[in-house]
């Protein structure tokens, strides 16, 4: 038997004008994901619990199956363990984006104009974390290099207590009301004044400025938590295999949960990523013995962030015709029976730009068809079934059968 979670990021959104008052889902070409909707069980889950952050890291604990009321830690500790940062019980961490702040004389006046500094190259970016550790390293303290614009700052033996906002959040706004707050704020607010000062007048930033490119001038703190403690997916739902994500959080559930993390060449974590490469990927270690995969793409989140509205219509497409169809396609060919289940982690609606708690259409498919009346992969075709899950972990059971 095999299992398989086709996860698109931020897929789910409200109707947007630009669209004519249509989502992204309602207008695009979607066959294989209408398929499944079809034959399979289409209704709607609520993947983030009241009172809690509508961010990746909650949405994708529940759909992973992991109850984020027990298990969330934060989001930053996932990430350091996809990066094999060892931390210790008493240790905080912080994501860490490179972020583009407008020019201003002081930090408190500047403007959030990008929150990934234009995507920067995780090369452009090593050296940048490189300059800052002069700054920043201590004894107990450091800045760990990710991918792109993602990294994580290690505080060690540390109290947790910050209040901070995810930079996605104020896209275009003024961050005065957003800078960190509470537990070690005199702290973080002055490591990014020192980063505003050092960042602008490096070489990788007069390059990218002479290339008319967003320069990485600042950096951010945000997803304050510490390491999770989660039961081993296998012993949970008695299920072996991989993840497939170019993102670090995903790869650091993956880690936790005691899964194999696929590092797939070309994927990339935005609407450039190699859609066909990650299907491929999930079918060759299918063939190769695994019994569960899941399969994350970023791309369509990343657009809703940037209201990018072609290209989230477009990234769509490109996980229904070279993820989901190439993927059934081989199951169907195997002969096994198999179980899927397609869904979004959280809405990132082009209006908004930002994620919400609203719940997310969910199409949960065995071989040989489950049908409950649904004509497309929708949101309004799920809402209109009746079909409500009101804790999203509780599919993961759905999908391998455990009680």
């Avoid at 209006?351 to 719940?359: G, N, Q, S």
Wanted: hydrophobic share 40%; glycine share 10%; aromatic share 8%.
């Amino acid at each position: 038997m095999k299992y398989v979670v086709f996860l698109g990021d931020g897929m789910a959104d409200l109707p947007f004008e630009g669209l004519g008052g249509a989502t992204p889902l309602d207008c695009v070409r979607h066959p294989a994901m209408d398929a499944l909707a079809r034959g399979g069980l289409l209704g709607l889950a609520k993947t983030v619990p009241d009172g809690m952050p509508a961010g990746s890291d909650v949405a994708n604990l529940s759909v992973f199956g992991y109850d984020p009321r027990r298990y969330y830690t934060g989001r930053s500790p996932l990430e350091a363990v996809s990066m094999g940062i060892d931390l210790a019980p008493e240790d905080v961490t912080y994501r860490c984006n490179f972020v583009t702040l407008s020019d201003a004389p002081r930090l408190e006046d500047a403007v959030m104009d990008d929150y990934s500094a234009g995507e920067i190259s995780t090369e452009e970016a090593r050296e940048l974390v490189a300059l800052l550790n002069e700054h920043f390293e201590t004894p107990h303290e450091r800045l760990y290099p990710g991918i792109s614009y993602r990294h994580c700052f290690v505080r060690r033996g540390a109290a947790d207590g910050a209040i901070l906002t995810p930079p996605h959040d104020i896209s275009k706004r003024a961050v005065r009301e957003y800078l960190p707050r509470g537990e070690h704020a005199e702290l973080m607010l002055s490591l990014m004044r020192q980063a505003y000062a050092v960042l602008r007048d490096h070489p990788v930033n007069r390059a990218r400025a002479a290339r008319g490119v967003p320069v990485a001038n600042c950096v951010w703190f945000w997803g304050e938590g510490r390491k999770p403690a989660l039961t081993p997916f296998h012993d949970a739902f008695g299920l072996r295999g991989s993840v497939i994500s170019a993102v670090d959080l995903i790869q650091g559930i993956g880690k936790c949960a005691g899964l194999r993390v696929l590092h797939v060449p070309g994927a990339t974590g935005n609407y450039h990523t190699d859609f066909a490469a990650k299907g491929r990927a999930a079918i060759d270690a299918l063939r190769g013995g695994d019994d569960f995969i899941y399969l994350h793409v970023e791309a369509p989140d990343e657009c809703g962030h940037r209201r990018e509205v072609r290209e989230k219509v477009w990234s769509i497409e490109q996980i229904d015709a070279h993820i989901i169809a190439p993927v059934m396609a081989w199951l169907d060919a195997s002969g096994e029976d198999y179980a899927v289940l397609l869904m979004p982690d959280h809405p990132t609606p082009l209006e908004l730009m930002t994620h919400t708690a609203a719940p997310v259409p969910f199409a949960l498919y065995r071989k040989g068809g489950i049908g409950n009346g649904a004509s497309a992969y929708t949101e309004a075709c799920a809402a209109q079934t009746g079909l409500y899950i009101e804790h999203a972990h509780e599919l993961m059971r759905l999908l391998s059968g455990t009680n």
